[in-house]
């Protein structure tokens, strides 16, 4: 064990990349112990991505993609606009709820952060708002989208621990809104003491028209999650709708996109599900290896032997998973640390989904906790802003998350509510 843990580090603490370190830090255990033949290296990376589940991943990314060139965006930041209203940080409000709305098209939080940030950031410059502040906000908005159906992130979580996909997408409903809600809060409270900007006057006549030209968009997330409830289709060939529904959109509807942008398209969401898919399949080999020296039940009972509370020990393995947010990426701790919590959480009696969805939670603001927080850096990216000018209010979003995270703890039926009332069984 301690082998294959300092291997692990080492090769993380030295720059070298995330799949790299996860399969590397088995072989050297595997060589070292022969505790295995070395042909089960190829077998178990191999076996780790010959899951249907996982197609999911190429297709939300490429229907996200589409629906970003053909021009959604705009779109659903008009929308949200005529919603908001004159509420002081009119265009802050704006930022979240389109984040929530495209975190619903696109399910990854690195996306939102793009599609919105590169036109949102400047009109927010131009209405004098610190550009650390909109920089900040954006990241923990985008992050939004690994909560918000349908999410990258809980497809990964749904195939390495066997928890149901479409039951964590419903789970994530409430707790995404609840999330945002106390962004936009933070962000109200904000904007008062600096006296930022209001948006354009609250009109009924503007709201329709905006709910008229993103009708169609806002169809995708109810495709998705209604084609799921209803037995339609599972959350595998629910992306495969998506995409379908993206390219009619494109091409027949909005007619925004031409069959020359494919190709580009494609070829970014075949580098993305390369790296993820990767990742999966040396964490199928690190997982071999941690069930086969009994890694999981080992530090169960180990845990559990520190205290008998339930609230205490989610307390633990909640500030655990925010110090890892803090220095491991989000797909890292699903496939090196989730593994090893399941047995603790099946012990506890704790609801798999429930767990599911607070660790969404617990990765979203991860991605925005420096040093490795890849949201709140593309943020700064975008923007065009200094690392530490944003990291000045980052940590108020993260609390404002925090204090979300700590509702979803310690009410369970915010998270289950849904999945169980539509997916019983």
């Not at 992050?143 to 992130?153: D, E, F, K, N, Q």
């Not at 845990?303 to 509370?309: D, E, R």
Request: hydrophobic share 60%.
């Amino acid at each position: 064990m301690t082998t294959l843990i300092a291997a692990l580090f080492i090769s993380m603490f030295i720059n070298i990349p995330i799949a790299i370190s996860i399969g590397l830090s088995s072989l050297v255990f595997i060589v070292l112990t022969q505790s295995a033949p070395i042909a089960l290296i190829a077998q178990r990376m191999v076996a780790g991505v010959d899951s249907f589940p996982l197609l999911a991943i190429p297709f939300f990314l490429i229907a996200g993609s589409l629906m970003a060139e053909a021009g959604i965006t705009p779109r659903i930041m008009r929308l949200a606009s005529s919603l908001v209203g004159r509420i002081p940080g009119g265009l802050a409000i704006v930022m979240i709820f389109s984040c929530m709305l495209f975190g619903a098209i696109s399910g990854s939080g690195v996306a939102d952060v793009v599609a919105i940030g590169s036109i949102l950031l400047p009109a927010m410059e131009k209405s004098r708002y610190d550009p650390g502040f909109s920089a900040s906000l954006l990241g923990c908005s985008g992050a939004l989208g690994t909560i918000i159906p349908p999410s990258i992130v809980m497809v990964i979580l749904g195939v390495t621990t066997g928890m149901s996909i479409g039951k964590l997408f419903l789970g994530g409903i409430i707790p995404g809104v609840i999330t945002g809600l106390s962004l936009m809060i933070l962000s109200y409270l904000f904007s008062l003491r600096n006296s930022y900007d209001t948006g354009e006057a609250f009109s009924l006549k503007n709201i329709i028209r905006a709910f008229k030209e993103a009708f169609l968009a806002l169809l995708t997330p109810l495709i998705i999650i209604g084609g799921i409830i209803s037995g339609i289709f599972t959350a595998t060939e629910a992306s495969i709708a998506a995409v379908v529904y993206a390219l009619i959109l494109g091409f027949f509807v909005y007619r925004t996109l031409s069959v020359r942008q494919l190709p580009r398209l494609i070829l970014s969401t075949v580098e993305t599900s390369a790296a993820v898919l990767l990742i999966i399949a040396a964490a199928s080999l690190f997982g071999w290896v941690l069930a086969a020296e009994q890694i999981p039940q080992h530090f169960t009972n180990a845990f559990l032997s520190l205290t008998g509370n339930y609230y205490m020990i989610l307390v633990l393995i909640n500030i655990m998973l925010l110090v890892l947010g803090i220095f491991m990426e989000t797909i890292a701790i699903i496939i090196i640390v989730v593994p090893v919590l399941m047995p603790v959480i099946h012990a506890l009696g704790m609801d798999p989904v429930h767990f599911g969805v607070m660790l969404a939670v617990n990765l979203a603001i991860g991605a925005n906790t420096p040093p490795v927080g890849v949201d709140f850096l593309a943020a700064c990216r975008v923007g065009n802003v200094e690392v530490e000018d944003g990291a000045k209010y980052v940590l108020f979003f993260v609390g404002a998350m925090i204090i979300a995270l700590i509702f979803i703890m310690l009410f369970p039926s915010l998270v289950v509510f849904i999945p169980n009332h539509f997916m019983a069984g």
